[in-house]
């Protein structure tokens, strides 16, 4: 059972552009959605976080949109970078829970 | 220095052989856990641990055990394994489930042939 769906799969993105990507989840409970950002052969990495208080957290050229009516957020990277080309996963958790992934999406920033 | 290491970072054996592999934390996080990321990069948990105490447990094969001697090790402990196991294993620390983010360690590509 997936709670936390994320699209689309894979992106490719001209530097200098707009990536984004969406996720949805189904459960009112969670109250932490957190951003990691996962290289070829390291761990997920935290990017940035957000709770459901805010509707946009924005760390540098990172931002998070939060649409809590619609059980919505997504991950907006400004100018992007071939540097940002990894796969980035949404994710979602309430208190004293696990934490649920999305399935990931690829990121691929081309020069 | 490291907070999340692993070890070791690669594994090949034999289908049907017994191996373990090892994750120690040096922030003071209270709950570690077990992430299983497949050849498609889905994360899945496997098993968490909160000051020694296993809080969950995902309906993984009984072939896979964690053991955790303190706080800051949780160790995983497979038997008979089978070409399916092949992964990449993750552990990872928080201080606060639900609260903090986790920080991972850098994984064990486990290859069963």
């Known amino acids: 059972q997936q709670q936390v769906k994320q699209s689309p799969q894979s992106l490719i993105v001209q530097k200098g552009g707009i990536s984004i990507i969406n996720c949805a989840y189904e459960?009112?409970?969670?109250?932490?959605f957190p951003w990691y950002q996962q290289f070829p052969g390291k761990g997920p990495a935290l990017l940035i976080a957000?709770?459901?208080?805010?509707s946009e957290k924005k760390e540098g050229r990172f931002t998070i949109s939060f649409n809590k009516s619609a059980k919505q957020f997504s991950l907006h990277i400004m100018d992007s970078q071939p540097g940002d080309s990894a796969t980035y996963f949404c994710?979602?958790?309430?208190?004293?829970?696990?934490?649920?992934f999305g399935a990931g999406t690829r990121l691929t920033v081309k020069p | 220095d490291t907070a999340v290491s692993q070890t070791p970072k690669y594994l090949v054996t034999q289908m049907g052989n017994d191996k373990s592999i090892k994750c120690e934390q040096n922030?003071?996080?209270?709950?570690m856990y077990w992430y299983k990321q497949d050849s498609k990069k889905f994360l899945k948990i496997m098993f968490s641990?909160?000051?020694?105490?296993?809080?969950i447990n995902e309906t993984v094969p009984n072939r896979f055990s964690p053991k955790s001697p303190d706080k800051a090790h949780l160790n995983l402990h497979i038997n008979s394994l089978e070409l399916g196991d092949s992964a990449v294993y993750f552990c990872?620390?928080?201080?606060?489930?639900?609260?903090?983010?986790?920080?991972f360690g850098s994984g064990t590509r486990l290859t069963v042939v």
């Open positions: 990872a620390s928080s201080q606060d489930p639900g609260r903090h983010g986790y920080t």
């Open positions: 994710a979602a958790s309430m208190y004293n829970n696990d934490m649920r």
């Open positions: 459960n009112t409970a969670f109250d932490y």
């Open positions: 641990y909160n000051n020694k105490e296993l809080i």
């Open positions: 957000i709770r459901p208080d805010v």
């Open positions: 922030l003071g996080h209270d709950t």
